[in-house]
C-alpha cells in the first residue's frame, strides 16, 4: 500500500529550506494548543525526541495543563507549563529561539498569551497542523485537511526529512497516541487509508498499541468514573425532533466530582453515540468560561456550526466553540438554534435510516 499521492498529502513550502534550517544544532521551542489533548502533545513530544536526536535544544511549552493520563509519554517531565512558575522562563526560551514549532492549531489564538509571545519572536514560525481555515502567521506550513491527525503529519515530516531510522519506540508510541485519539479509536471518518499505513509503521517502529490505549482509556480515576455516570444519568439531554444531545456540565458539578482536566474528554462522544442522533454537544463551564465539545455525523458540519454561533471552529465533524454569556443562558440559546437546523438534521438522520 502507497501514501496518498504527496501532491494532495502534503502543502509545504520549499522543504529544501527546511532541511537547510534544522542542518545545523538551533534552539527550538515546541507549542501545542491550549488544553493539549494526546494529538496536540504526543506530536509535540514526538517531534521533541526527533529534534533532539538531530542534536538541537528542544523546549516544549503549553499554554495551559492537560489531562494526567497523558503524563506517560517519554519527555513529558520536561515539558513547562506557561500559566505556572515559569512563565519568565517561558516568555525568555520564546524570545531567544531559533525556531517555533506550532503544532496542532493555525491560529495564535488558540495558545492565548503565548500568541502574543510568539508573533514577536524573531523566531522562524514553523506551522504543522491538520485544522480548516490557518492564518497565516508561519514562515513554512506543513498543512493538511485530509490528515486524521497533526501526529499523522510529524510522522510524515520525519519520513519527509530522510530520518524514518530516528524514529524509536517512545516517539512512535507518542505519534501513534495522537492518531488513535484524534481518529475515535479508528472509528471517526477521517480513518482512510493512510491512516492505517502510518499506524502499520509506527508498530514496525516499535509502538506498543495495546499499551498505549490502556494509558490513555484504563486509567480512570474512581471520582472521574462517579462524574461520568453522574454526567450521562443527570446531565444528559437526547433532543429526537432534531437528532440532537447535550450534556451540560456547570462548575458545580465538576467541583462535586474533584473534577480535573481531562475528566470531561471523550464525554460528547457518549450523546453523539446515541441511536439516531446526528449532532452531540458538551457544553462545560470551567475556571469562568464556557466552552462546547462537538461532534457530528455524516454532512452536518460542526465547523461552521462552531464558527456561526458559538466563536469556534475545527473540523467538519469535530469542532469547539466558547460562549460569552452565562452557562444557563448559553444552554438555553443553544435549544433554540438547533430549531433552527431541524430540516437539514432531519435530512442526514433519514441517509443513516
Not at 515546541?30 to 528542544?58: F, N, W
Not at 503565548?114 to 504543522?128: P, R, W, Y
Not at 512512535?172 to 480513518?191: P, R, S, V, W
Not at 449532532?279 to 468560561?289: D, K, N, P, T
Request: glycine residues 6%.
Amino acid at each position: 500500500i502507497n501514501l496518498i499521492p504527496e501532491r494532495e498529502r502534503i502543502k509545504m513550502l520549499n522543504f529544501k529550506e527546511v532541511k537547510a534550517e534544522l542542518n545545523t544544532p538551533k534552539k527550538i521551542v515546541i507549542i501545542p494548543h491550549k488544553t493539549p489533548d494526546a494529538d496536540a502533545l504526543g506530536s509535540s513530544l514526538g517531534l521533541r525526541g526527533y529534534l533532539i536526536k538531530k542534536g538541537h535544544h528542544v523546549q516544549v511549552i503549553s499554554p495551559t495543563d492537560y489531562p494526567k493520563f497523558l503524563n506517560w509519554m517519554e519527555g513529558n517531565e520536561t515539558v513547562r507549563i506557561y500559566n505556572s512558575d515559569h512563565n519568565k522562563e517561558c516568555s525568555r526560551k520564546i524570545e531567544n529561539a531559533d525556531i517555533v514549532f506550532c503544532l496542532d492549531f493555525n491560529n495564535l489564538a488558540r495558545i492565548d498569551e503565548l500568541g502574543l509571545l510568539v508573533e514577536k519572536s524573531a523566531a522562524k514560525k514553523f506551522l504543522i497542523d491538520h485544522h480548516l481555515d490557518p492564518t497565516c502567521f508561519a514562515d513554512f506550513s506543513l498543512i493538511s485537511t485530509d490528515a486524521s491527525a497533526t501526529a499523522e503529519l510529524i510522522y510524515e515530516f520525519i519520513v519527509k526529512m530522510g530520518d524514518r531510522e530516528l524514529i524509536d519506540k517512545p516517539i512512535a508510541e507518542c505519534l501513534y497516541a495522537g492518531i488513535m485519539t484524534d481518529t475515535g479509536q479508528f472509528k471517526h471518518n477521517n480513518t482512510h487509508q493512510n491512516v492505517h499505513y502510518v499506524t502499520a509503521n509506527l508498530m514496525e517502529l516499535g509502538a506498543d498499541t495495546p499499551r498505549v490505549a490502556s494509558l490513555i482509556y484504563d486509567t480512570n480515576s474512581y471520582d472521574r468514573l462517579k462524574f461520568l455516570g453522574f454526567a450521562l444519568s443527570q446531565r444528559l439531554k437526547y433532543l429526537p425532533e432534531y437528532h440532537t444531545a447535550y450534556i451540560a456540565i456547570n462548575a458545580d458539578d465538576l467541583e462535586k466530582f474533584n473534577s480535573k482536566t481531562g475528566d470531561t474528554e471523550g464525554l460528547v462522544n457518549y450523546a453523539l453515540s446515541l441511536d439516531g442522533v446526528v449532532l452531540g454537544v458538551l457544553i462545560s463551564e470551567r475556571g469562568g468560561e464556557i466552552k462546547l465539545s462537538m461532534r457530528s455525523k455524516g454532512d452536518f458540519s460542526v465547523n461552521e456550526f462552531a464558527r456561526k454561533h458559538f466563536n469556534g471552529g475545527g473540523h467538519k465533524n469535530a469542532a469547539g466553540g466558547s460562549s460569552d454569556v452565562s452557562f444557563e443562558e448559553t444552554v438555553s440559546s443553544f435549544e433554540e438554534i438547533i430549531k433552527t437546523y431541524k430540516e437539514e438534521l432531519n435530512q442526514i438522520a433519514d441517509a443513516y435510516k
